[in-house]
């Protein structure tokens, strides 16, 4: 139980484009979901938290307009890198908590953004 | 502050020897959580374990283990008879003490174990 998908795997894209990833969780409701982003050998760097139905909140430097995040539901997040440029490539991961609060955080397997 | 501090960067021993993985944490919360995660070449973060701050013993789970000990503020994982399906890079992380279940990460220890 408690699996996270995340779809794509790997895209890439030219610059100004914008990418679309998402995040659902298959076999559990989740309540919180969050996004991180990671830099190769580096640890994770949370960027927001996400609540379904209401607004992201955003890790400072975050930067709001150029990721958007929606969690229209119980087991589906998505975040989009707007307007992509080549800085913004990187490993997107994002992780989900179960409902009722048991505080693990189940993560999905990553998707590996390439802007060209 | 929260802080968690993996100071070991990478790890490398041969296949079949115990091994030893070190997390030292702050916080100033009387309640919080500890886990580990394990991350494969593969990407995907693979959860380990969880112990909240009331629970000092020891966790044993075959060839993994946990020693928590508050006093030193530490939750180290240390692996038996490691095997090459070991290598990985692990995480600690802390919970913090409010609602939004978000985790403070180490830096993470990469082991590599060889054949």
């Known amino acids: 139980g408690a699996v996270v998908s995340q779809h794509p795997s790997r895209v890439i894209c030219k610059s100004g484009t914008s990418v679309k990833i998402e995040c659902r969780s298959l076999?559990?409701?989740?309540?919180?979901m969050f996004w991180y982003r990671q830099f190769p050998k580096q640890s994770l760097m949370l960027m927001a938290t996400?609540?379904?139905?209401?607004?992201?909140?955003?890790e400072q430097g975050v930067e709001k307009d150029k990721f958007l995040i929606n969690h229209a539901s119980l087991t589906l997040s998505t975040l989009t890198v707007t307007s992509a440029h080549p800085e913004d490539s990187s490993f997107y991961i994002c992780?989900?908590?179960?409902?009722?609060?048991?505080?693990?955080?189940?993560f999905g397997p990553g998707t590996r953004l390439t802007v060209t | 502050a929260q802080k968690v501090t993996q100071a070991q960067t990478e790890i490398s021993v041969v296949e079949k020897e115990d091994v030893t993985l070190d997390c030292v944490y702050e916080?100033?919360?009387?309640?919080?959580?500890l886990f580990w995660y394990k991350q494969p070449p593969s990407g995907e973060l693979v959860f380990l374990i969880r112990?909240?701050?009331?629970d000092e013993q020891n966790e044993i789970s075959g060839r993994y283990s946990w020693n928590f000990q508050k006093s030193t503020s530490s939750f180290n994982f240390t692996i038996t008879a490691s095997q090459v399906v070991d290598s990985a890079v692990y995480f600690c992380?802390?919970?913090?003490?409010?609602?939004?279940?978000?985790?403070?990460w180490g830096a993470g220890t990469k082991l590599i174990i060889k054949p």
């Open positions: 992780s989900a908590t179960l409902a009722g609060g048991r505080y693990e955080q189940y």
């Open positions: 076999d559990f409701q989740a309540t919180t």
């Open positions: 996400s609540n379904e139905g209401s607004k992201a909140t955003y």
């Open positions: 916080t100033r919360d009387t309640t919080y959580y």
């Open positions: 112990r909240n701050s009331f």
């Open positions: 992380a802390l919970l913090k003490g409010d609602s939004n279940y978000q985790l403070i």
